[in-house]
């Protein structure tokens, strides 16, 4: 969010060069556990709160440092890539099936469903798949 637009894979990366407190990462280390029960990364830009029990994710952003629940996080990372995959299918994405290669627990799946609704999308199925 170096730029004020959210940027993911590459150009998250680009911007973590120059802006590493603009920008998240590491998202499913953190969603759904507890503040305590998470790894700090020493090379983490961004900090970690507490808000009533629920971790929160605080960046610098070019108006000021801004606190972000975790559905926000996702909500952000689905939107950017529906609206990457509406552009080049030429078709609106109104379902998905969301897909990772570990394990999603129950409030992980939660928060993820919690973003989709934000999204206007409904999603069918989480799919644990091998990548390699």
């Given amino acids: 969010m ?3 637009t ?18 998240i990462y590491d998202v499913f280390k953190i969603i759904g556990k507890l503040l305590d029960e998470i790894k ?51 078709v609106q994405i109104k379902e998905i099936r969301f897909s990772t290669n570990f394990k999603l627990n129950e409030i992980q799946k939660a928060i993820i469903e919690k ?3 934000k999204n206007n999308l409904k999603i069918l199925s989480f799919n644990i798949n091998n990548f390699e």
Avoid: C, Y
């Fill in 115 to 117: 973003a989709a609704v």
């Fill in 40 to 90: 700090v990364d020493p090379k983490w830009g961004f900090k970690l709160t507490e808000n009533d029990g629920i971790v929160h994710f605080q960046i610098e952003t070019i108006s000021g440092p801004r606190l972000l629940p975790q559905e926000i996080i996702i909500a952000a990372f689905l939107k950017s890539m529906k609206l990457q995959t509406e552009s080049i299918l030429n």
């Fill in 6 to 23: 959210v940027e993911i894979g590459e150009n998250a990366k680009t911007d973590f060069k120059m802006f590493p407190k603009h920008v």
């Fill in 2 to 4: 170096a730029h004020g």
